[in-house]
């Protein structure tokens, strides 16, 4: 079963949150309110997205990079966290 399927409702609720982030940045453009709240708004939403990006990604190298029905081997292994850790931190 693919991560995606798996995870499914996880997933579809993350970006119903986003969907309404994404509708408070455009309440806050028509009711011109000011930059600085329209900012930290977008802000949420990049923060929002990232780590919806984070988890799909994190899936995928679990499910598809390693091979989910062995135990990878200790380098494969520490090399799959290296990478996670490397775009977790790029996404933030």
Sequence with gaps: MAHTIR?????LNRVRRIRGQIEAVERSLVEERDCSSTLQLITACRG???????EVLEGHVRMHVLDPD???KPKQAQAAQ????VVKAYLR
């Design 7 to 11: 995870d499914k409702a996880k997933l």
């Design 48 to 54: 929002a997205m990232n780590g919806l990006m984070v």
């Design 70 to 72: 062995e135990v990878p």
């Design 82 to 85: 290296e990478l996670m850790d």
